[in-house]
C-alpha cells in the first residue's frame, strides 16, 4: 500500500511564494514519475509539473516561477510570483512501474488580496 502525504498550500497575496510537498510512504517499487496537477472551480484537472528521470516538464503558464522537485519519494513545488489564477486545488500524483499510479488528496492553494 502507498500513501502519498501532501502539504504546504495555504492563502498568499499575489507575488507571493509558496511551497508544497508531497511524501510517498509505504512499499514502492520503481517510482518513475512524481506530478503536480490543479484543479480550479468549474475547470478541468491541468497538468502543472513533472518530473521523470531527472527531467522537468512544466506548463506554459507556470514555467519562470514554478519549480519542480524530487528528494528520493518527496517531490516539492516551488511557486513563486504566485498570480490570482493559480488558485486552485493542487494534487501530486506519482507513478511506479510495478504498482501503477497514486494522487494525492489534494491542498488548497488560493491567491487573494
Known amino acids: 500500500q502507498v500513501q502519498l502525504a501532501e502539504s504546504g498550500g495555504g492563502l498568499v497575496q499575489p507575488g507571493g511564494s509558496l511551497r508544497l510537498s508531497c511524501a510517498a510512504s509505504?512499499?514502492?517499487?520503481?517510482?518513475?514519475?512524481m506530478g503536480w496537477y490543479r484543479q480550479a472551480p468549474g475547470k478541468q484537472r491541468e497538468l502543472v509539473a513533472s518530473?521523470?528521470?531527472?527531467s522537468a516538464n512544466y506548463a506554459d503558464s507556470v514555467k519562470g516561477r514554478f519549480t519542480i522537485s524530487r528528494d528520493q519519494n518527496t517531490v516539492y513545488l516551488q511557486m513563486n510570483s504566485l498570480k490570482l489564477e493559480d488558485t486552485a486545488v493542487y494534487y501530486c500524483?506519482?507513478?511506479?512501474?510495478?504498482?501503477?499510479?497514486?494522487w494525492g488528496q489534494g491542498t488548497q492553494v488560493t491567491v487573494s488580496s
Open positions: 500524483r506519482i507513478v511506479t512501474v510495478i504498482q501503477g499510479e497514486y
Open positions: 518530473t521523470s528521470d531527472d
Open positions: 509505504g512499499s514502492i517499487f520503481r517510482l518513475n514519475f
